[in-house]
């Protein structure tokens, strides 16, 4: 089994709707934050610098409300490493049950290089990286 990167967060007042509920917009700034603070884990580079990387694509399915005050994690895991690219699935759940689905995502990242403006390849460090945080599961489908 795979192990997934996860972040806790309590639910700010700024981020419900007039209705009280989770904005389904704050989704994808949670699962933003996860792959963010995932990512400079993996690549070893400080909050303060940039990462080599860019967000193509995000998904958000929202499967239970959250409120104001709850206490949320976000799992991410890498499910797929292409050769520039990369797929990761969160799961964002109450912290206090594990089993209440908050909401289910996904997105897509390229390996982005800024000073030429070009894709490339991921790098075998954030391969290995990956596979060691992750712990080698079955899950991860590599593509060439």
């Not at 972040?7 to 792959?35: C, I, W």
């Not at 490339?120 to 060439?144: C, G």
């Amino acid at each position: 089994m795979s192990r997934a990167f996860t972040l806790k967060f309590e639910v700010a007042y700024r981020d419900q709707d007039p209705a009280g509920h989770v904005s389904a917009t704050m989704y994808y700034v949670y699962m933003l934050n996860a792959y963010m603070a995932y990512a400079h884990e993996l690549l070893q580079v400080p909050l303060t610098d940039g990462i080599p990387q860019i967000m193509l694509k995000t998904s958000c399915e929202y499967v239970h409300p959250a409120k104001w005050g709850d206490i949320l994690e976000v799992s991410a895991l890498i499910t797929r490493l292409g050769t520039k690219s990369f797929d990761i699935e969160y799961v964002i759940t109450s912290a206090s049950d594990k089993d209440l689905v908050i909401a289910k995502g996904g997105s897509t990242h390229v390996a982005y290089d800024y000073a030429t403006e070009r894709t490339v390849p991921l790098s075998s460090a954030f391969r290995e990286r990956v596979h060691a945080y992750q712990h080698e599961s079955h899950e991860i489908e590599a593509v060439a």
